[in-house]
């Protein structure tokens, strides 16, 4: 069926997008980030579009669109669309797989940002550790005088 080389050609899209992005992740290359994001969302609108099509044509045949729905029409089409109906689903576990993947490599970078953050954040609530001539104080500083010392 025309409509199930349709989703799959889009599926081939979306799983280039995830490999691209897992580059761009492993590289951190947040412009090509930013890119690949843009075109990640719009491909996901286009395989939403086209699922609902593949939905309402199975409807259309008389088919409900759960496993059942699907397994049942499957059984009354040709070996052709039962093997792009197979590949469609391999696809999509590739896609899941790269998907979970990216989405770890982003936790592990935002990991590491947090901690980055984190130690930035400790080292400027620290007391001065340079003074108003940049050389290293040694002792207390203005904000820590000793009671009565002039």
Not at 30 to 36: D, H, M, N, R, T
Not at 79 to 90: R, T
């Amino acid at each position: 069926m025309d409509f199930l080389q349709q989703e799959q050609a889009a599926l081939n899209g979306f799983i280039n997008l995830l490999q691209q992005e897992q580059e761009a992740l492993v590289a951190a290359n947040v412009e090509k980030l930013q890119s690949l994001s843009e075109l990640k969302q719009k491909h996901s609108e286009l395989l939403n579009n086209l699922a609902q099509q593949r939905v309402a044509t199975l409807e259309r045949a008389g088919f409900k669109s759960d496993a059942a729905g699907v397994a049942a029409w499957l059984a009354s089409q040709p070996a052709s669309v039962k093997e792009s109906w197979k590949k469609l689903l391999e696809g999509a576990q590739v896609a899941q797989q790269l998907n979970q993947t990216n989405g770890k490599l982003i936790q592990t970078h935002m990991q590491h940002n947090q901690q980055a953050l984190s130690a930035l954040m400790n080292a400027a609530n620290r007391a001065d550790v340079y003074g108003a001539d940049g050389q290293p104080r040694t002792g207390p500083g203005p904000s820590q005088r000793i009671i009565g010392k002039v």
